[in-house]
């Protein structure tokens, strides 16, 4: 019993030394780490569409405001089809493949 107290023990202390003198070395060291920076070029500028409905007067007749309108749409939908392609254009992110990684 003795015997097993004392390999035990002999044990347990030499589990606890380090090597290098039992102290632990701490290093402080800078590490360049390279993250990709995502840019995107500014969308160009899309004018707004001036409207006919915006020409209207109070007085005007039932028929030249229903045209004024039916262009107004027109020009509307097309206005949102150049926006809309803008969007598309910046909405594909599933190409992007990132750089890759070289050790030093």
Known sequence: MRLLLISLLLLLTGCSTLAGGGRTRYVTQTVPVRVPVYACPAPPLVMRPTLPIAHLRP??????????????????????????????????????????????
């Open 59 to 104: 007085g005007d007749d039932p028929a030249r405001v229903a045209r004024a309108y039916a262009a107004s749409v027109a020009l509307l939908m097309g206005y949102s089809a150049r926006l809309e392609a803008l969007l598309a254009a910046y909405a594909d992110t599933t190409s992007y493949t990132p750089p890759s990684s070289t050790s030093n």
